[in-house]
């Protein structure tokens, strides 16, 4: 009998306990979403993930919530990583949930804010972009899509500045192929996001420096073929001669690549500044297009000598 109310004891201590801490998960829960609401946020945060995961007893509405308020706690506290991942797992869990595009939107949000200076990565810019686009195209009554906009014209301007940057790089290291190559590219993909005068006197700039760059490799290239002509005409050989043939011709389509591209950087560069002059009468890249442009012609005749 002794042994009988003892084992009824445990028993019974057991259940209570068990009991108690269900009863204390729902109490954590509460807790949670009340201190989110009144946007005690560090104390939320600690609720929200002791409910979430050690939760016994709670429905799935429940959980629903508890992890939206977790992600949103981590947004409001500028714990942008983390809000991240929870948004992005409730995203994937409850896709069919109402608040979806306001997770969509913060999402997008946190990407772009943990996103580098534009001289590095562009992944989670690129991220927060499409993140934008899948609001913009899916959720198009949303409240999220103007601010959907304004992120994927801010993310346009880091990355069209991504590549100026990289525009910059060539110039510096006397590469004005590489950096008009770069600025043509930022023109043409990013034309509404950036000063258009100035991308377009650094591109014309570039264009009518090309032959800094490739003048003395034009210079070694010819030498080659200079000596070059000289063996094949020693050489007896048919075989060898034509071997030298074809070397000597895949060195002077090299070399007319080279000069091509002088000839026409020049034209275009010309186009692109006259038109510019015209186009921007209030740009204050207007002085440095007209001073290109003089400079251009008065060296015209000379540089058509070369």
């Excluded at 007893?57 to 714990?79: N, P, R």
């Amino acid at each position: 009998m002794k042994k009988l109310l003892t084992l009824i004891f445990m028993v019974s201590i057991f259940v209570i306990s068990c009991s108690e801490k269900t009863k204390y998960t729902k109490d954590l829960l509460s807790k949670g979403i009340k201190a989110y609401q009144n946007k005690k946020y560090e104390k939320a945060k600690e609720y929200l993930k002791e409910a979430i995961y050690k939760a016994k007893g709670a429905t799935t509405q429940d959980i629903m919530e508890a992890k939206f308020a977790l992600a949103d706690t981590y947004f409001y506290l500028k714990m942008y990583v983390d809000a991240i991942v929870e948004f992005e797992e409730y995203i994937s869990l409850y896709p069919t949930s109402p608040k979806v595009p306001e997770a969509l939107y913060k999402l997008v949000y946190s990407y772009f804010e943990i996103s580098p200076s534009p001289d590095r990565d562009l992944t989670y810019v690129k991220k927060a972009e499409e993140k934008a686009l899948e609001i913009i195209n899916n959720y198009p009554f949303s409240d999220y899509v103007d601010k959907a906009k304004e992120i994927i014209r801010k993310a346009k301007k880091k990355e069209a500045l991504h590549y100026i940057k990289i525009a910059n790089l060539y110039e510096k290291l006397g590469k004005p192929y590489s950096a008009s190559v770069y600025y043509n590219f930022v023109y043409d993909e990013f034309t509404d996001y950036i000063d258009k005068p100035e991308i377009e006197y650094r591109l014309a700039k570039n264009l009518l420096s090309v032959k800094k760059q490739y003048a003395d490799e034009i210079v070694r290239y010819k030498v080659k073929i200079k000596k070059l002509e000289e063996k094949i005409a020693r050489e007896e050989n048919l075989e060898r001669k034509n071997v030298l043939q074809n070397r000597k011709k895949l060195l002077q389509e090299h070399v007319d690549i080279l000069e091509s591209r002088i000839k026409e950087g020049k034209e275009r560069a010309i186009a692109i500044l006259k038109n510019a002059y015209k186009m921007y009468p209030k740009s204050k890249y207007r002085k440095n297009i007209r001073e290109l442009l003089e400079k251009h012609e008065k060296l015209g005749g000379e540089g058509n000598k070369n």
